[in-house]
Nanobody, 130 residues
Framework: VQLQASGGGLVRTGGSLRLSCAAS????????IGWFRQAPGKERRGIAC????????YIGSSVKGRFTISKGSAKNTVTLQMNGLKPEDTAVYYC????????????????????????WGQGTQVTVSS
């Protein structure tokens, strides 16, 4: 399984970016994609996730109302639409894929947990200037 994250960049406060995560190597639709971010000096935290088979989602409280996670138009892609960006959103953003355990985060409406994800893409930098 491979994941390719893209779409990061530099944007001003209030701006928007769309991140994409392309997954390959899955033999079924039964997997979950999570977005995590890691700011300098801080731990990596999950902010959103989606169940690929039925589209069920979780959005963290810190980004709710500004970020949207959805299945992309291309098969096996997931997008994270980020609007109303703030300087505190500055981080390296990672997408990750999990099977089985990751669905618990969506069912329980809890932030995606790193331990539930088995595959990781490379990060993409998002920088929001004030």
């Amino acid at each position: 399984v491979q994941l390719q994250a893209s779409g990061g960049g530099l944007v001003r406060t209030g701006g928007s970016l769309r991140l994409s995560c392309a997954a390959s190597g899955f033999t079924s639709d039964n997997y979950q994609i999570g977005w995590f971010r890691q700011a300098p000096g801080k731990e990596r935290r999950g902010i959103a996730c989606i169940n690929n088979s039925d589209g069920a989602t979780y959005i963290g409280s810190s980004v709710k109302g500004r970020f949207t996670i959805s299945k992309g138009s291309a098969k096996n892609t997931v997008t994270l639409q980020m609007n109303g960006l703030k300087p505190e959103d500055t981080a390296v953003y990672y997408c990750a894929a999990g099977r089985y355990a990751a669905i618990a985060d969506i069912v329980r409406n809890t932030p995606p947990s790193r331990v539930h994800y088995d595959y990781w893409g490379q990060g993409t930098q998002v920088t929001v200037s004030s």
